[in-house]
C-alpha cells in the first residue's frame, strides 16, 4: 500500500545532531495512512520502538529519547521527521521507518530500508 523512503542517517559525535526522514509513497490515493513512525535495531537486539505520529497529531516516544527526540511529520508530503538531539553512543542502531496503512477495512504495516546511525564516544 506504501513504500517508505529513508534519508538522514550517518556517523555523528556523541552530543551531535541529526535528522531523519521518511517519505511515503502510495500506491492510492485512497490508501490511508493511519501512523508513521521510527524503530531501531541495535546488533544484538530486538527491534524496539523510538518514535510514533497518528494522523491526528498524536506522538509517543521511547522513554530513552524522551526529551532528545521529536517526531514531526508534514501530511501534504507524507513525509515524516525524526530530530535526535544530544545523541549518546547507545542511540547506535540501524533507524527503520514505519507506515500504518488503511484501505478499506484492511490495515497494513510498511517498513522502510532501513539507515545506520552510529554515535561515536
Known amino acids: 500500500q506504501v513504500q517508505l523512503v529513508e534519508s538522514g542517517g550517518g556517523l555523528v559525535q556523541a552530543g551531535g545532531s541529526l535528522r531523519l526522514s521518511c517519505a511515503a509513497s502510495?500506491?492510492?490515493?485512497?490508501?490511508?495512512?493511519?501512523?508513521m513512525g521510527w524503530y531501531r535495531q541495535a546488533p544484538g537486539k530486538q527491534r524496539e520502538l523510538v518514535a510514533r505520529i497518528t494522523r491526528g497529531g498524536s506522538t509517543n516516544y521511547a522513554d530513552s529519547v524522551k526529551g532528545r527526540f521529536t517526531i514531526s511529520s508534514d501530511a501534504a508530503k507524507n513525509t515524516v521527521f525524526l530530530q535526535m538531539n544530544s545523541l549518546k553512543p547507545e542511540d547506535t542502531a540501524v533507524y527503520y521507518c514505519?507506515?500504518?496503512?488503511?484501505?478499506?477495512?484492511?490495515?497494513?504495516?510498511?517498513w522502510g530500508q532501513g539507515t545506520q546511525v552510529t554515535v561515536s564516544s
Open positions: 502510495r500506491s492510492s490515493p485512497i490508501v490511508s495512512i493511519n501512523a
Open positions: 514505519n507506515a500504518v496503512t488503511s484501505l478499506t477495512a484492511t490495515l497494513t504495516v510498511s
